[in-house]
């Protein structure tokens, strides 16, 4: 499967490649969540959070919180593989981790680290790593035959940007809100980022301004985040409003779960006139990824869920 060994280390890092955190202080054997009957326990986060070392409270906290919606999906997952009656076999599981490890030999030249190495670093090992090999391949035969040429070409038409490389560079300024645990703080946020906005229609320089409010580490560079595409790491609501802009333009405020962001475009790149043959297996993947991630949601919502906090 193209795209598999990232498909499948997304699927299963826990962050990527976060700060070590500490878990010495766990207590193992407390139940933490309750998914459809079966247990979350304190001891699984703590064989998970074993290999984390030096950070702070906030950020093993975060990390924490990470593994638990991890472990929820995986048993959504096992759950629906099972019900499902998909079968995977011991050899097509094998034959991905081969895939894996030659991919990351490829990738890697002097600093060679083996898979296990890389598992260890996020928090897994090569047991949790087989058994989403097995999740990924299982969903793989399960929408296999839900995507006919038909709905392929039309997804394609309709987003046919994702496809074509069509790119814009931008600048922003942020104004964080993701540790913010006041309505009042987060409402002096929304006011700051008004503020800013009003110093720029005024005619302030852009990359100055970021430099002076912005609290993202681009600051430092003017805001400058350079070409992004459409498909990408950035919030929906980012994209949205940065491939809305013409060139020079300043958008409004755009909250996203990291706060609130000005976005100004200072250049564009056409993409290019390909057709649906072209792309047809990167359109394949797109819509796969699309179903996962809307089954996994489906999942969550139906299921029993309660976590101890």
């Known amino acids: ?20 955190a500490s878990a010495e202080k766990e207590q193992s054997g407390d139940v933490v969540a309750m998914v459809n009957g079966k247990t979350i326990t304190q001891e699984m986060l703590v064989n998970r959070l074993k290999n984390f070392t030096d950070t702070d409270h906030e950020t093993l906290n975060a990390i ?53 190495q890389i598992l260890v670093s996020i928090g897994s ?8 090999i097995k999740y990924s391949i299982a969903l793989e035969k399960y929408f296999r035959n839900k995507f006919d040429d038909n709905i392929l070409k039309r997804y394609f038409e309709d987003n046919k940007n994702v496809f074509n490389g069509e790119s814009v560079k931008v600048s922003h300024v942020l104004i964080e809100t993701k540790n913010m645990k006041t309505e009042e703080e ?54 949205d409003a940065a491939f809305s802009l013409r060139i020079g333009q300043v958008s409004e405020p755009v909250q996203t779960e990291y706060g609130y962001h000005l976005i100004k475009v200072t250049d564009k790149k056409e993409g290019a006139n390909i057709q649906f043959e072209d792309v047809r297996e990167k359109v394949r993947l ?24």
């Not at 699309?290 to 999942?299: M, S």
Request: with cysteine; charged share 30%.
């Open 1 to 20: 499967m193209n795209k598999t060994w990232i498909f499948l280390l997304c699927l299963i890092a826990i962050l990527f490649q976060p700060e070590r």
């Open 64 to 116: 924490r919180q990470e593994i638990i919606d991890q472990l929820i999906t995986n048993i959504l997952l096992e759950e629906f593989v099972d019900k499902q009656g998909l079968i995977v076999t011991p050899e097509e599981i094998e034959r991905e981790v081969g895939q894996v490890r030659n991919n990351i030999a490829v990738s890697q030249k002097n600093a060679f680290q083996s898979l296990e």
């Open 125 to 132: 090992d090569i047991v949790e790593f087989k058994r989403s």
């Open 186 to 239: 987060i409402s002096h946020a929304l006011e700051q980022i008004k503020s800013i906005k009003r110093e720029l229609d005024r005619g302030a320089a852009f990359d100055e301004v970021a430099k002076k409010y912005s609290t993202c580490p681009s600051a430092r560079d003017g805001g400058n985040l350079g070409f992004i595409q459409r498909k990408g790491n950035f919030a929906k609501p980012f994209l």
């Open 286 to 309: 797109e819509m796969l990824d699309e179903e996962i991630l809307k089954l996994i949601a489906r999942l969550r919502k139906e299921a029993r869920i309660v976590i101890n906090q």
